[in-house]
T-cell receptor, first 115, second 112 residues
Framework: DADVTQTPRNRITKTGKRIMLECSQTKGHDRMYWYRQDPGLGLQLIYY???????NKGEISDGYSVSRQAQAKFSLSLESAIPNQTALYFCATSDPAPHDTGELFFGEGSRLTVL | KNQVEQSPQSLIILEGKNCTLQCNYTVSPFSNLRWYKQDTGRGPVSLTI?????NTKSNGRYTATLDADTKQSSLHITASQLSDSASYICVVSRSNDYKLSFGAGTTVTVRA
């Protein structure tokens, strides 16, 4: 089984719908992240959490929200999806922090298409 | 402007040949640089990490170099295999900062 699991792997939805992407991890890491990947662009940080009660905005948080339900679970929500949120979304964990040479461990990705 | 620039954007090589990917960065203060490999439809996986004092590091047929003075790194793939077909992403970390800077990646296609 994967250490970082994302569901769903693929989702097609319509403009205005609420969407939740879920992430669970078995690595025991405190730090969890949500990234967005678009063709030709580097990964962009949406939100990150260093602990269960810690939520922080990343570079592109507008239109997104997150919930850290437990150490192992970190969910990303799109309250009202729009077409330019069509992208590949990745959940990741790390321990220690990346600037302390911590490696990011990514899930398999969730491909979201908003029509 | 992205603080991490990778070149080329894509390349095609024949199986068994070597290739070199480039990463130039402006991130400061520098902490470390990682190369990740991303297979199609999968999440990125770390290949190597370079800290300020390291010049070269190998992981099997992958060899990364770092010149912290010129802020350049390269990833050399030796004797390429079909399984090397993937996107290779350069990621630079800043000291005492959660934020990572990602390159857009180089897509490598290895043909038989």
């Amino acid at each position: 089984d994967a250490d970082v699991t994302q569901t769903p792997r693929n989702r097609i939805t319509k403009t205005g719908k609420r969407i939740m992407l879920e992430c669970s991890q078995t690595k025991g890491h405190d730090r969890m992240y949500w990234y967005r990947q678009d063709p030709g662009l580097g990964l962009q940080l949406i939100y990150y959490s260093f602990d269960v009660k810690d939520i922080n905005k990343g570079e592109i948080s507008d239109g997104y929200s997150v919930s850290r339900q437990a150490q192992a679970k970190f969910s990303l929500s799109l309250e009202s999806a729009i077409p330019n949120q069509t992208a590949l979304y990745f959940c990741a964990t790390s321990d220690p922090a990346p600037h302390d040479t911590g490696e990011l461990f990514f899930g398999e990705g969730s491909r979201l298409t908003v029509l | 402007k992205n603080q991490v620039e990778q070149s080329p954007q894509s390349l095609i090589i024949l199986e068994g040949k070597n290739c070199t990917l480039q990463c130039n960065y402006t991130v400061s203060p520098f902490s470390n640089l990682r190369w990740y490999k991303q297979d199609t439809g999968r999440g990125p996986v770390s290949l190597t990490i370079m800290t300020f004092s390291e010049n070269t590091k190998s992981n099997g047929r992958y060899t990364a170099t770092l010149d912290a003075d010129t802020k350049q790194s390269s990833l050399h793939i030796t004797a390429s295999q079909l399984s090397d077909s993937a996107s290779y992403i350069c990621v630079v970390s800043r000291s005492n900062d959660y934020k990572l800077s990602f390159g857009a990646g180089t897509t490598v296609t290895v043909r038989a």
